[in-house]
């Protein structure tokens, strides 16, 4: 109970020290270091994963490997059961099948996927292991093989497509497992439909930064210019280029 008391007295001490633009050297001196510390409420506890690759407590799992998990997580998108192939405890587009679109909706949150571009090296630029997460179904975070394959900057892995380059080129070799760790903060829309705010983005590949709280100029255009139009929250969605990327170990933290 004593804590709480001091709430009251911190946001009287911070108000009464805010009024003036420079508190006098007598008012400093008669703070004492329990006036600025917050105990209430306390933060949330969250387990974290054996490494920083596994799930936290808090995450929701959208696939975990197995095709029960992928089945319950995610469809094509007409909605219906996806045509992907769930093997060896990742799941690999198949040419034709589609996008697939993660069931669970989502405004702000972190996301942890796992990626693989095909070992056996085959065509160039765009057409080498190209796939790609759309956050919210319309922004991409380019998955590509760029190993050795030069394809304009602001397309290739790392790259929120089109918009932003990323900071540095971190590819693994074609055939390894990479990662994106990603901290998402969706656009919020004014009522006439007008950009608030824009998304924001920070991207880790393989652990290194290549996008640094970038905000973007709309959803991602393959011709022409970025423009937003308003929308609420929205699932993941992973891009069938024709290449045969495959994915696992994808999950999220509603932030
Ligand atoms: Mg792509």
Not at 49 to 61: E, F, K, L
Request: charged letters at 20%; one cysteine or more; glycine letters at 8%.
């Amino acid at each position: 109970m004593k804590k709480l008391l001091f709430v009251p007295a911190v946001i009287f001490a911070f108000t009464a020290v805010a009024q003036k633009a420079e508190p006098t050297r007598e008012e400093l001196a008669k703070m004492k270091p329990e006036m600025t510390e917050f105990w209430d409420p306390e933060v949330a506890v969250v387990t974290p994963g054996q490494t920083p690759m596994d799930a936290p407590s808090d995450a929701i799992v959208l696939f975990d490997g197995t095709k029960e998990s992928f089945d319950a997580n995610w469809t094509n998108a007409k909605g219906e059961p996806s045509g992907w192939s769930v093997a060896d405890k990742c799941v690999t587009v198949v040419k034709g099948a589609g996008i697939i679109r993660s069931k669970m909706e989502m405004m702000d949150f972190q996301l942890h996927i796992e990626w693989r571009t095909p070992a056996e090296v085959i065509g160039e630029s765009q057409g080498r292991g190209n796939s790609g997460i759309f956050l919210q179904g319309r922004y991409e975070l380019q998955v590509l093989d760029n190993f050795q394959n030069r394809t304009y900057r602001n397309g290739q892995a790392g790259s929120i497509y089109k918009q932003y380059a990323p900071l540095v080129n971190v590819c693994k070799k074609p055939g390894e497992w990479q990662v994106y760790d990603v901290i998402y903060t969706a656009p919020r829309f004014k009522e006439d439909g007008t950009v608030f705010s824009p998304a924001r983005v920070t991207v880790l590949q393989n652990g290194v930064l290549v996008q640094n709280n970038i905000s973007l100029f709309g959803h991602t255009e393959y011709i022409g210019i970025p423009k937003y139009e308003a929308h609420g929250a929205a699932g993941l969605e992973l891009q069938d280029h024709g290449n045969p990327v495959s994915y696992r170990n994808i999950w999220v933290r509603k932030l």
